[in-house]
């Protein structure tokens, strides 16, 4: 990442570090000083940032609302991670184990409730970006129900799954762009061509993520690589095996999928060494770099000058190239 953008997450952080959620009672609001203070990529601020740079310079004026994002993105984490019996997030213990699951979900609702107060100052149509983020929020809880439900199911089909990376990832990814073109006084079709330019990167953003974890350097990627292949997760690779596997293939997918007890290396080899056969990580990356054209498709149309695209190419670039 170059260093124009480490300087807008640099602000970005130091202005999470400076917000106030509250102070009494303790237990509440130090679970939220906590899992604010464990990092993470800042993406969706960031993105903020770069779609109100498409039309305008002065982007520290609207840190707090790109913090808005970061707030309900973490509120989402904490919530998730109670769900996923999660016990860590970010190298450290998640909220509900720290604390305790009621703890955990009564700070979440807390910082939905202070997203919403850091949009109130907004600049430009208030209604207009409530009623964006509440179509975002929304969409993010049916993305995540859609993800609880396939655990209940033997497969579900590319397009399903793909709608359900959308709703859980790419539309927050969209929105993000979209509040900052539209804190900038953005035409409402120029915040809809941006909204979809992050939509589409967004599903890149969240396929390489699913190939990442069983092809990333086990070094770079930062936490055990073949995770998702140990839970039976249903990411696309998984899925795309399903579809694709000869009857030997498939017996032996069926043979780790319904195994109770097992060496965790063991299925992570088996697995990947199907998904070598079947060429899953080829057809992954064509999939990865389709959806990426999509949005740089999208993004050239956009009627802004050139040079003004530049800092979100760049990022997106990033996105492409991460390790983990």
């Known amino acids: 990442m170059n260093n124009d953008l480490l300087e807008r997450i640099a602000l970005i952080n130091n202005r999470i570090s400076e917000l106030k959620y509250g102070r009494e009672p303790e237990e509440l609001y130090e679970p939220i000083r906590y899992i604010m203070s464990l990092g993470g990529k800042r993406m969706r601020p960031l993105l903020v940032l770069l779609g109100y740079e498409l039309f305008k310079d002065d982007s520290q004026s609207i840190l707090d609302q790109a913090i808005a994002v970061e707030v309900f993105h973490n509120f989402t984490l904490l919530h998730d991670d109670i769900m996923d019996e999660a016990p860590l997030r970010r190298g450290k213990p998640t909220v509900h184990e720290k604390w305790n699951e009621n703890t955990a979900i009564l700070s979440g609702d807390v910082m939905l409730v202070r997203a919403y107060g850091l949009l109130l100052d907004a600049p430009g149509d208030l209604k207009a970006i409530l009623k964006a983020f509440n179509d975002c929020a929304a969409g993010v809880c049916e993305g995540q129900q859609f993800d609880m439900n396939f655990e209940n199911l033997p497969t579900v089909a590319e397009e399903t799954y793909v709608n359900m990376i959308r709703l859980k990832t790419a539309v ?27 939509v589409a990167i967004g599903v890149g953003f969240q396929l390489k993520d699913d190939l990442l974890d069983v092809y990333a350097d086990q070094e770079k990627f930062g936490k055990q690589v073949g995770g998702d292949i140990i839970s039976n997760k249903k990411t696309f690779l998984l899925l795309k095996a399903l579809e694709l596997a000869d009857k030997e293939q498939k017996a032996k997918l069926d043979h780790w999928l319904t195994a109770v007890t097992f060496n965790k290396v063991d299925k992570v080899e088996a697995v990947t060494a199907i998904y070598n056969e079947i060429g899953i990580r080829e057809l992954t990356s064509a999939k990865i770099d389709a959806w990426f054209d999509k949005g740089f498709e999208t993004l050239e149309q956009l009627a802004v000058p050139a040079d003004r695209k530049q800092p979100l190419i760049a990022f997106t670039r990033y996105l492409i190239d991460r390790e983990k």
């Open 172 to 198: 927050l990814l969209g929105f993000s762009l979209k509040l900052g073109a539209m804190l900038a006084g953005a035409s409402s079709e120029q915040a809809e061509a941006v909204y979809d330019f992050g």
